[in-house]
């Protein structure tokens, strides 16, 4: 999560909405975001909808404005990446 607050702007610039989603407690992500200064919303899906519907674990979708999914990376995302793959949309 740290590395997508490092490049928020350039996101940002890109017309990304950044969106981190677990099954951690809306507790926890704001006491996350707190912790780390997150300038980008947490999503807490708690009974897993979400993850049914993508994938369990680390995964970053790149999900353009009608709902297609462009790009899938699993494990830690690499920034250089994801805004390459952005600027192609």
């Given at each position: 999560?740290?590395a997508f607050q490092s490049d928020l702007d350039r996101f940002d610039k ?63 995302p690499d920034n250089k990446e994801l805004l390459k793959e952005l600027s192609?949309?």
């Amino acid at each position: 999560m740290q590395a997508f607050q490092s490049d928020l702007d350039r996101f940002d610039k890109l017309n990304a909405q950044v969106l981190g989603v677990s099954t951690d407690s809306v507790a926890t992500h704001e006491e996350f975001t707190k912790k780390y200064g997150l300038k980008f919303p947490l999503l807490a899906d708690d009974q897993g909808k979400i993850q049914k519907q993508y994938a369990p674990g680390r995964v970053t979708f790149i999900i353009d404005m009608n709902g297609i999914v462009r790009f899938v990376k699993n494990g830690v995302p690499d920034n250089k990446e994801l805004l390459k793959e952005l600027s192609k949309l």
